[in-house]
């Protein structure tokens, strides 16, 4: 083993969110905030921002608003930025309606400015899932009216050649729609891929319509699911006891199945619909599962696909998906198998060669949670993320921190979860005594926090204990305006994200 050609654990850097050397205002409790530049700013909202959702310190309406204004200034001094920024936001975070609000309000920013090319690209950038085309038009119809620019009409039509297949007409062309697929279709008129396709956008245009027509004999999967239908109900649950391949070729969903059995799922039911079952639509169900009482080996088989590296990683599944997932299973017979994917998603987290001390916020802003209909909060965002650091770290020192601060043990062996789920409610935000208190030394400093710290200790901020020679590394999971300290300066990183 090398003992003297190693690299420098405390190489200087400058990170790609940039700020003020100097505090230019207050964080929201009171200490020495530090503003970011326009793309600072812009990134570290977007990626933390579920749209339409209040926050602990800022309302709804007053984020989004923000959210806009920072995206009509850099759209229009920046395109290229942008559009990888929605790219990113959709494809590399999964994140979907800030992703669609950043294209719509590019565009209309630019437009605005009488500026063309890469506005329709920033549509057809916005949109992944075939339920996005029609967002994107409710959207800008909510914001601006139902006259919609050629750049956006031509960008969802972009994408809805992309998108739109049998498969996703069954899923996501539901009544309930303000824009259904035929609606897309006759508002932006995208030219069909092949002549199966163009079969397709006419038999979507027909049913929007109420012109009821046999599915097409193009059209496979319509046509089986059609057959399906045509199956008196009362002899439905014995038909799927015998031939349970039979609802792959329909594109039945899980749920699209307890409507047409018009009875509950049992034990047999979800036995014989779990191979067809996807990763997020298996992780979703597993208190269904032990609730209908599946046999073991069903189970066995279930966990070992959670468990599995490559789908993990073919699912795109985000950490705390696999969180909600321990907490919401009943059976400690999915513990480790979710242990095992939560590891396996995070597999781009360093192991950290040197020492390392790794600082959780645990104050009362954190509890909030990430979206109104998500039972995680950011507080488990940053448990999870600072657990896995600790323990793929060469030897880390592991921190709670509020108004007081305490080490969390990292037992030999012990998993994300566990870990995570032993931190506690600590009240306040006082980071600069936490960091001030157990900084030793360290090669680096990662703190996982909203930023919003206390006015610290003598005014000064956070991580003014730590050398300049030091990394200090800030992973912001709020995206608020100022900041806890410098960013963009060597050795002071500001980074954003991590949650789903």
């Excluded at 008196?232 to 038909?239: D, N, T």
């Excluded at 059976?331 to 001390?357: D, K």
């Excluded at 926090?449 to 709020?478: C, I, K, M, S, Y």
Aim: hydrophobic share 45%; charged share 25%; proline share 5%.
């Amino acid at each position: 083993m090398t003992k003297f050609n190693l690299r420098d654990l405390r190489r200087s850097g400058v990170a790609a969110v940039r700020g003020a050397a100097r505090p230019t205002g207050r964080t929201h409790e009171g200490a020495p905030g530090y503003a970011r530049d326009a793309k600072g700013e812009l990134f570290l909202l977007a990626v933390t921002s579920f749209v339409a959702e209040d926050t602990f310190y800022e309302a709804a309406a007053e984020r989004d608003a923000r959210l806009r204004a920072l995206v009509a200034s850099v759209a229009v001094d920046d395109v290229d930025w942008t559009l990888r920024l929605v790219r990113w936001l959709r494809t590399g975070v999964h994140l979907r309606s800030v992703a669609l609000v950043v294209a719509a309000e590019a565009v209309k920013a630019r437009l605005d400015a009488g500026l063309a090319g890469d506005n329709r690209a920033l549509v057809d950038a916005a949109l992944d899932r075939a339920d996005e085309p029609g967002e994107l038009l409710a959207y800008w119809a909510s914001r601006y009216g139902r006259a919609f620019p050629k750049p956006v009409k031509r960008g969802v039509a972009d994408a809805a050649a992309r998108l739109y297949t049998e498969r996703s007409l069954v899923k996501y062309d539901a009544r309930g729609r303000g824009y259904r697929f035929a609606d897309v279709l006759e508002l932006t008129h995208p030219r069909p891929r092949d002549a199966r396709q163009g079969v397709l956008f006419r038999y979507a245009i027909d049913r929007r319509h109420d012109r009821p027509e046999p599915a097409p004999a193009e059209l496979g999967l319509l046509v089986a699911r059609e057959r399906l239908l045509a199956v008196p109900v009362a002899e439905r649950r014995a038909l799927l006891a015998t031939d349970a391949d039979l609802l792959g070729p329909a594109g039945m969903t899980w749920e699209q199945v307890a409507g047409w059995l018009q009875g509950p799922l049992d034990a047999a039911v979800w036995e014989a619909l779990v191979p067809s079952l996807g990763y997020m639509a298996l992780l979703r169900n597993l208190r269904n599962l032990d609730e209908a009482g599946v046999s073991d080996e069903v189970a066995a088989g279930v966990a070992a696909t959670l468990a599995d590296p490559a789908e993990v990683a073919r699912s795109r599944q985000l950490p705390l998906r696999f969180l909600s997932a321990y907490r919401a299973a009943p059976s400690l017979r999915w513990a480790w198998a979710l242990e095992q994917a939560l590891q396996a998603s995070l597999a781009n987290v360093p192991a950290l060669p040197g020492r390392t001390l790794v600082l959780v916020d645990r104050s009362g802003s954190m509890f909030c949670r990430l979206s109104g209909r998500s039972t995680v909060t950011r507080a488990d965002a940053a448990a999870v993320f600072g657990a896995a650091l600790a323990v793929r770290a060469e030897a880390a020192d592991l921190v709670e921190f509020g108004t007081d601060s305490r080490p969390v043990r990292v037992r030999r062996g012990e998993s994300v979860l566990a870990l995570a789920e032993r931190m506690g409610d600590l009240g306040g935000t006082n980071t600069a005594a936490a960091v001030r208190r157990h900084f030793r030394r360290h090669d680096r400093v990662v703190i996982v926090t909203d930023e919003q710290a206390w006015a610290g200790w003598r005014g000064e901020e956070p991580t003014a204990a730590v050398p300049a020679d030091v990394p200090v590394h800030t992973f912001n999971l709020a995206g608020y305006r100022h900041g806890h300290g410098p960013s963009g300066v060597p050795n002071r990183h500001t980074f954003g994200g991590l949650s789903d």
